[in-house]
């Protein structure tokens, strides 16, 4: 009965509630615009604050502010520094001249419409800290980027005339990593990043009046609970504010959509107090909610969203209204075999993702620009953004996030130095303000600690706290960034595509394996376009120091610039200039890039669980480490990596020669094609190589199709050489390579004894195949030398097992004996093999051309492409500069185009005729504007760098915002690369 009359009660008051005019807070901003203008002054040029708050105070002799945004992005923007992003204009700038306190001041009329009693200063973030002062009043003081403001200004702010806002700002304090935490670390120089003068210090988040009763809502938190699929139970946490003396009464009214879900709380909040309160099903029964909407990472599923608008009303009155956006979801997680494994709603996610090092290297990424670098990353088919060091701040970032399906690895601001922020206390209060501040985006999946370190006590255990007080363990708490059930990080240096794909690919700290590595990357060129905006004509060519000033040289030591340039030289051939050098490097990019992602894919659940590239997003204009540049040009990097991320996605193994089709998505597709063609440089086929298979592609798992026949990779160049072994308990040690399958080699029974073969010559060796007996070597080495003295490591260190074991190295060596030095034993006795293969690497194959290319395609059962992949492969695997000598093609190339709400559409097609005597190889699409032929910056482009073979086509379709072009109109460029 009693439980009847509480929902009349609360259906009554509902359709009081709702009757009401109810709008959204009022917000105000105070950010710079046309019509609010801040300006900026270093401290010690201000000899009396006092002189703000008199009548005849103006800005004339201050610089303009940009706010949100830093000290010294302001005099850029003013046009009192030197371009930043060219040349070495950062380098030379004058640090002592930012890394100094600065005074900011505005001027503001209060809002007619602010009917309210509160009104309200609101700061966002602050670096490093601030004292803000309204009208000759201090209000209080900043402490960390993470740490809001919000001053009740009704009893100082001027109604009728207007008031004088002044913040003074102080930089971090060096040394920046961890003593200055929280800030923006990076901000003092890094392998990929200049000091920034100022250390980007300033109001560096929005500023905003805001007008409410007396009763405010603080921190909603809606939880989702998923006791299955087809149910989510929702709690909604949250305080109420009462700033009044005395008692008051009111109702606290909500409504989430979709699905129209109402609700009504009675409440009282004590005079002058801050009261809890928590809605769920137990009161509710309306938040428990039948087939919700659930929100899906990108490749998954549809990442769904809800809002949840709150109300607080006295007296009939709206006191105080928030929205909260929020997707329905549950993440879980386990560590089994030390891999760290994500879950949602109950799926296994296989996770692809990069890492942001910062959005911007000077804060300057605002607003709308972040949908367009997320969206970008889900063009890339990832499902993941790593916040590094929680760098990235802004709202934006996180809505863009939860709004394309972007899960976040989200970083607090330490990074692997063993020391302590200068003041715990603070960093703790900044780290509890971001927890509250984010927990409702959907997209959050991992709370991490430390940058390739483990926090110092007591933050580590603060952290854990933290998340399970005010995030209440709905996330994974991950101390450390590449140890504890992950495989390290890097290595950062390009490296030949089979690396990854070869046991294994090595990462600094963490477990050995494929595993889930949180950074992996390779030095990244940009094109030319890009190239030119940076660098000065007269620094061009050949390479030289203005180049390391944009990070390729010695200052980006861990990207391996000199080895990038070596690589496109042997790979490709020397370059003959930039542009011919910028041509190069995006094939390495792509066979890099995509190789990377296909080398943990191929290992999916085995072992590997996640791979995420340093890094996917450029920070700074630079030459290393991006998938898309600074000015949104999408280089080689981009496309290996899209197409190596697909949800179904067919791919070679370049160690083995499997083709695999692997579905990282949240369903099976059966009754599918897999192909593969040969066709070499006259862009004929090698039929004898087709291979055509019927495969069922499982959700979330590789399965293979079938295996390439190329032959030569496979001559065994040990069989019947010479062996000597450091010792024989069974047998005479040449039977080790008889080619007889029942006969072996055993050792004492005891570790570190060897055998070696000697190959009469030097010769190029790609791997080995060894036959383990029963006892076999739990570790060992494989070694190489031309003396039979010294020898050098072709692989570390090898798990061992009983049976057959490839091992292939990741690129040729040359050498001439080969021994198997035993570390540790796997059994009782000796080290015992029945056979010892070594493998040639580099033997030509008469049928194929020097550079000849793969063509994979998987079609459905009504023959329609899902997807397509085309690898170039050499008899020599490291030498491509055969394709300098492809003939020039002529490609036909047909599109419309259409302008619809803002956006301009181009769609396409390109073909190379059937009469063509050449293949069209890598083949790079981009809109120009007709004018002055300049890119039309940034795009959506579904394809690009492609091969067409005689006779086959691609269709294209483009977009971008159409004020890029105004009144000019486009030119579709279509260059491939043997024009």
């Known amino acids: 009965m009693f439980s009847h009359f509480t929902k009349t009660i609360n259906s009554l008051v509902l359709l009081i509630t709702i009757s009401l005019s109810v709008c959204a807070q009022e917000i105000v901003p105070l950010n710079s615009s046309a019509t609010q203008v801040w300006g900026v002054k270093p401290k010690k040029e201000v000899s009396d604050m006092s002189t703000f708050w008199k009548p005849d105070f ?15 992005s302001s005099y850029v923007e003013a046009g009192l520094e030197k371009d930043p992003n060219f040349a070495d204009h950062i380098w030379k700038a004058d640090r002592a001249k930012f890394d100094q306190s600065f005074w900011y001041v505005t001027s503001f009329e209060m809002p007619k419409s602010f009917n309210k009693e509160k009104i309200w200063l609101n700061f966002n973030g602050v670096n490093r800290k601030a004292d803000v002062y309204l009208n000759g009043t201090k209000l209080g003081s900043l402490n960390g980027f993470m740490e809001r403001g919000k001053y009740d200004i009704g009893s100082i702010v001027n109604r009728n005339q207007k008031n004088i806002l002044a913040v003074l700002v102080d930089i971090p304090q060096k040394p920046m990593a961890n003593s200055a935490s929280p800030t923006y670390v990076s901000s003092a120089g890094w392998d990929w990043m200049p000091y920034v003068p100022g250390l980007n210090s300033g109001i560096t988040d929005k500023v905003f009046l805001s007008n409410s009763g007396s009763l405010t809502i603080q921190d909603p938190w809606v939880r989702t609970k998923l006791p299955t699929n087809a149910r989510a139970d929702l709690s909604i946490a949250l305080a109420i504010k009462n700033t009044e003396n005395e008692e008051q009464t009111a109702y606290l009214n909500g409504l989430i959509m979709p699905g129209n879900i109402r609700f009504v709380k009675k409440i009282k909040v004590d005079a002058n107090d801050e009261t809890s309160f928590l809605l769920d099903k137990r009161e509710f029964e309306q938040l428990a909610i039948n087939n919700p909407k659930l929100w899906w990472p990108n ?189 390290g990080s890097g290595p950062w240096m390009n490296k030949d595509p089979r690396y990854y794909f070869t046991q294994y690919p090595t990462g600094l700290g963490g477990n050995d394996g494929w595993g889930f590595r ?50 496109i030289n042997s790979r490709y051939g020397k370059a003959t200039g930039i542009e011919d050098f910028c041509k190069k490097a995006q094939l390495l990019n792509i066979e890099t890039n995509k190789a990377m992602y296909e080398g943990w894919l191929d290992h999916i659940w085995e072992d590997s669980s996640g791979i995420m590239t340093w890094t996917s997003n450029a920070s700074n204009p630079t030459f290393v480490w991006q998938t898309y540049d600074y000015y949104y040009d999408l280089n080689g990097a981009f496309w290996g990596v899209k197409k190596a991320c697909e949800p179904v996605h067919v791919q070679w193994n370049p ?52 295996k390439l026949p190329f032959q030569g990779d496979k001559v065994n160049l040990a069989l019947n050489k010479p062996c000597v072994a450091s010792s024989s308990s069974y047998s005479d040690v040449a039977m080790v390579n008889d080619g007889k399958d029942d006969t072996r080699w055993a050792s004492n029974s005891t570790d570190n004894e060897w055998i070696y073969v000697d190959l009469d010559k030097k010769e190029i060796i790609s791997g080995v195949k060894l036959n383990w007996e029963q006892a076999y070597a739990k570790v060992f080495k494989i070694q190489l030398s031309n003396d039979a003295k010294n020898w050098n490591d072709a692989v570390a260190q090898v798990n061992g097992k009983e049976g057959i074991q490839e091992i292939i190295f990741s690129e040729e060596k040359e050498a001439r004996y080969v021994r198997i030095l035993g570390i540790e034993r796997g059994s009782y006795w000796g080290y015992s093999l029945w056979n010892f293969e070594v493998f040639a690497g580099g033997v030509p194959n008469p049928d194929l051309s020097s550079v000849h290319f793969l063509k994979l395609k998987l079609s459905d059962m009504k023959g329609q492409l899902i997807s397509d992949n085309l690898y170039w492969r050499g008899n020599n695997k490291k030498d491509f500069t055969a394709l300098n000598q492809l003939p020039k093609a002529k490609l036909e190339t047909r599109y419309t185009e259409k302008t619809v709400g803002g956006k301009h559409f181009i769609e396409a097609k390109v073909t190379n005729p059937k009469s063509a005597k050449t293949i069209a190889f890598a083949v790079r699409v981009q809109p120009l504007k007709a004018s002055n032929g300049e890119q039309i910056l940034p795009h959506i482009i579904d394809d690009s760098y492609f091969t067409l073979m005689p006779g086959e086509s691609k269709n294209i379709k483009i977009e971008f915002k159409s004020d890029l072009i105004k009144n000019d109109s486009v030119k579709l460029s279509v260059v491939p690369y043997n024009n």
């Open 58 to 72: 103006k800005q004339q002799d201050w610089v303009k502010a940009v706010v949100p945004g830093t000290v010294y």
């Open 299 to 487: 490749g998954y599923g549809a990442p769904n969203l809800y809002t949840c608008e709150l109300n607080v009303v006295v007296n009939d009155q709206v006191s105080d209204t928030q929205t909260i956006k929020f997707g329905i979801k549950s993440y879980t997680y386990d560590t089994i075999g030390q891999v760290f494994h994500l879950y949602i709603n109950g799926k296994r996610i296989f996770v692809k993702g990069g890492n942001w090092a910062m959005s911007e290297y000077m804060l300057r990424c605002r607003g709308e620009e972040y949908d367009t670098k997320v969206k970008l990353h889900k063009e890339m088919n990832f499902n993941m953004i790593r916040n590094w060091i929680g760098s990235t701040t802004d709202e934006e970032f996180y809505e863009a996030c939860d709004k394309y399906g972007i899960m976040i690895w989200d970083d607090f601001w330490l990074n692997s130095n063993p020391v302590l922020p200068r003041d715990v206390n603070n960093f703790n209060g900044n780290v509890i303000e971001k927890i509250k501040r984010f927990r409702n985006h959907p997209s959050i999946a991992v709370w991490c600690g430390d940058n390739e370190g483990w926090p110092e006590a007591p933050l580590n255990n603060w952290l854990k706290e933290n998340i399970a007080t005010f995030d209440g363990n709905d996330r994974y708490y991950q101390a450390n960034s590449h140890a504890d059930n992950l495989s």
């Open 518 to 567: 949180t950074e992996l990357g390779t030095a990244v060129f940009t094109n030319i376009e890009s190239f030119k905006k940076m660098i000065p004509k007269e620094n061009w060519w050949p390479r030289n120091d203005m180049w390391d000033k944009h990070f390729f040289g010695t200052w980006a030591f861990n990207a391996g610039a000199d080895h990038y340039e070596q690589s």
């Open 655 to 706: 160690v083995n020669n499997e083709i695999k089709i692997v579905n990282t998505s949240s369903n099976d597709v059966n009754e599918l094609t897999a192909e593969a063609s040969i066709f070499n440089m006259d862009g004929k086929q090698v039929s004898k190589y087709n291979q055509v298979a019927k495969v069922n592609s499982l959700s979330n798992a590789a399965v293979t199709a079938f």
